[in-house]
């Protein structure tokens, strides 16, 4: 009975770490492919930090050991990552007043799509940015928020 009891304990035990093992493998998996990495210049060049996910920086001004406020201007995204980029820092939206008051939208030649526009980027897995000028982005990002899919 003894035997019957040790030798079940050793299959529980093998079964659990191959089940745990397995796990930390997916997650591994999933992590490794989770980054973002960002460039001082157009077409990927200059200066570069890659940060992995899932990450929010309320503000770049010591990003390993360097301020990247206003100076990203192209960006590489992994293929299970999404990165949402802010103009200002702390995750907060531009002209999020104006939006309140469409009187003075409109008495400033904006309509509320203008305001909307320029407050934030979304880029999904896999995404190439050469320039963030073609977005009007260009050396704007304070903050950001990468997510894990």
């Known amino acids: 009975m003894n035997k ?3 030798v079940f304990r050793v299959i529980e035990t093998i079964l659990l770490a191959t089940i745990l093992w397995s796990f930390t ?3 591994y998996a999933k992590d490794k492919d989770c980054w973002v990495e960002f460039f001082q210049g157009s077409q990927y060049s200059g200066d ?3 940060l992995d996910g899932p990450v929010q920086l309320a503000n770049l001004r010591n ?3 360097k301020n990247w406020e206003l100076n990203i201007d192209s960006l590489k995204v992994g293929p299970s990552a999404r990165v949402t980029v802010f103009e200002n820092t702390n995750f907060k939206l531009t002209l999020k007043e104006m939006e309140k008051y469409p009187e003075l939208l409109h008495s400033l030649g904006l309509t509320e799509k203008d305001a909307m526009e320029d407050k934030e980027l979304i880029f999904g ?3 190439k940015i050469h320039d963030l000028s073609d977005f009007n982005f260009r050396k704007k990002i304070r903050s950001l928020k990468i997510d894990c899919e």
């Open 4 to 6: 019957i009891y040790t």
């Open 25 to 27: 493998s997916v997650v």
């Open 48 to 50: 570069h930090f890659r």
């Open 63 to 65: 990003v390993q050991g």
């Open 125 to 127: 897995a896999d995404s």
